[in-house]
């Protein structure tokens, strides 16, 4: 079956359920699906209703969309992804971006929770990403390309649209958050890195290092949707031997940078409406 | 039949074997096999008979798992290990470490020979591994996680246990062995690295490289083990000076270096707490 007959499947189960068309989609990392709570006239489908959807398989990931409105604003947005360390093919991990595009959106914001690599960088940080660099050894565009869905060899020289990084740093300064920009370092996980991992990454010139993102920000390109991402910094790697890190304090540092994550990507898409 | 099980499975034949109950476990990398034969009342297995354990392909690793006693410490060895080249899934090759887990291990000795990057080694020098860098383009913990082994996601601050390598330059100390320090880069192969690939892993911080150990270290960590890193460097891999190298001068340096090997092996397990 192609992925465009996925999508098509898809969209049977859930173009009549929605009541609005989202030029918008939100993809929310770990402990920021928050936001999804504040769209108004909100739908909830979880992913589990439907087809080619695996269930989510990670605490904290609650595994829906939520489509409805912010600031009037039409957008869809996933609370909870799937990752590739979770054993899903990265078709499957990038078959919700589509999904959202076949329904209308042109944007995406892809946001995560990431460890802080740049030196300069601390817990609570919130970064715009600049570029990427892919890391899982692997892309979700091998095999067989889909014409219907995008050109064999996408460009990759603007994965995250300049215009949209020029309104989120403007958007921030206005609002008062600190935003820092740097290049996101996705890899597979999901053990995370090593002290001398950290070290490599920092030379090879990333600022963050995740395990999502790159492989829904490379279909999303893939698609032709212009990409916004951000990063929720929720430890400083030193790369000497830092302290040990578990994801609940991923989670508790995610929850803690909410209020300034939420109000930002809340005027970014307000100030994209306008 | 989940991986729990089948961990369970190999842990309830081998206890029908012997009924001792190793702390410390042995991998015994390329050459370093003949330690095995050092331990004591030994009980000796084939990994052909422990259900779900795979078979060792490569010359010169026999295959076996040895449960005794060495230097006074109860001790499960493997004689041959399991590597990603040979065609293993990751959750293969290192299935069993996780055997060795649930037979109550909580040490884990890992050796290897491995190929020298920085300049300041020579072949025969042996390496006590600081830290790792997973080069292998995949991990052995992709897929659902089960919370009985470990964490979704371990915590790799401290791969190597400073304790334990604390421990280990004081052997080589007490037994006059020179043992240098360094990053292990692990690396799928099995082709041999060019020397392109061997300049980009000095920039990368790699102090030597190698086809083993990245995998086990991580699901050792995973199941919360205290791991010990030892490298015997078998052969200098300066991408700008490069030389052909086969196998069998691999082995021979590794059969050149064994008894210093074993000898600093050996007293470690003595030293250890």
Redesign the interface.
């Known amino acids: 079956m192609t992925m465009k007959e996925k999508i098509r499947d898809v969209l049977a189960a859930l173009e009549s359920r929605l009541s609005v068309k989202p030029d918008i989609a939100l993809v929310l990392g770990s402990g920021l699906g928050g936001l999804a709570d504040e769209l108004e006239d909100a739908i909830r489908i979880p992913y589990t209703e439907l087809p080619h959807f695996p269930a989510a398989?990670?605490?904290g990931h609650a595994g829906r969309f939520v489509v409805g409105r912010l600031h009037s604003v039409p957008v869809i947005a996933m609370q909870g992804r799937y990752h590739?360390?979770?054993?899903y093919t990265l078709e499957q991990v990038t078959l919700p971006v589509r999904v959202m595009q076949a329904l209308g959106a042109e944007t995406v914001i892809l946001t995560n929770a990431a460890g802080g690599v740049n030196e300069t960088f601390q817990a609570g940080d919130l970064m715009v990403i600049r570029d990427h660099i892919n890391w899982f050894?692997t892309n979700p565009l091998i095999g067989k390309n889909e014409d219907e869905l995008g050109p064999r060899f996408p460009d990759m020289s603007e994965v995250y649209d300049r215009s949209l990084r020029a309104l989120a740093k403007e958007t921030a300064q206005a609002l008062g958050i600190s935003l820092k920009e740097g290049v996101y370092f996705g890899l597979?996980?999901?053990?995370?890195?090593?002290?001398?991992?950290v070290?490599?990454i920092r030379?090879?010139g990333g600022d963050a290092v995740g395990m999502s993102t790159v492989p829904e920000a490379i279909a999303a390109r893939h698609g032709g949707m212009k990409v916004l991402g951000f990063s929720c910094i929720t430890n400083a790697w030193s790369g000497t031997?830092?302290?040990?890190?578990?994801?609940e304090e991923?989670i508790e540092m995610s929850e803690r940078v909410k209020a300034h994550f939420t109000s930002l990507i809340k005027a970014i898409v307000k100030r994209m409406g306008e | 039949m989940s991986l729990l099980n089948q961990v369970r499975d190999a842990v309830d034949f081998i206890r029908t074997k012997t009924a001792i109950e190793p702390e410390i476990g042995l991998i015994l990398g390329s050459g370093l096999g003949e330690l095995a034969d050092e331990i004591q009342n030994p009980t000796v297995l084939d990994y052909r008979d422990i259900p779900y354990f795979p078979v060792s392909t490569v010359p010169g690793h026999a295959g076996r798992l040895v449960l005794g006693e060495l230097e006074g410490k109860k001790v499960v060895a493997m004689q041959g290990r399991f590597h990603y080249y040979e065609g293993y899934s990751m959750q293969q090759v290192t299935f069993p470490v996780r055997v060795m887990k649930m037979l109550g291990v909580k040490t884990l000795v890992v050796t290897n020979a491995c190929g020298g990057i920085n300049r300041h080694f020579k072949p025969g020098d042996l390496m006590l591994i600081q830290d790792h860098l997973n080069l292998t383009g995949t991990n052995p913990l992709i897929g659902p996680n089960e919370e009985a082994f470990g964490p979704r996601f371990p915590d790799m601050s401290e791969p190597y246990s400073k304790a334990l390598q604390e421990v280990a330059v004081r052997s080589a100390e007490a037994v006059g062995v020179e043992l240098q320090k360094g990053v292990y880069a692990g690396i799928s192969g099995p082709s041999f690295m060019t020397p392109a690939e061997l300049i980009m892993l000095r920039n990368l911080g790699a102090d030597a490289l190698g086809m083993s150990t990245v995998p086990e270290v991580i699901v050792a960590n995973h199941m919360g083990m205290d791991v010990l890193g030892i490298a015997c460097v078998t052969d200098m891999a300066i991408g700008e000076e490069l030389e052909p190298l086969t196998h069998e001068q691999v082995m021979r340096v590794a059969r050149e270096t064994k008894p210093k090997f074993i000898k600093l092996v050996k007293r470690i397990l003595h030293d250890m707490e």
């Open positions: 398989t990670v605490p590739y360390y979770e054993g050894h597979s996980g999901p053990s995370y890195e090593t002290p001398a991992e070290r490599m030379k090879l031997g830092d302290q040990p890190l578990s994801h991923v």
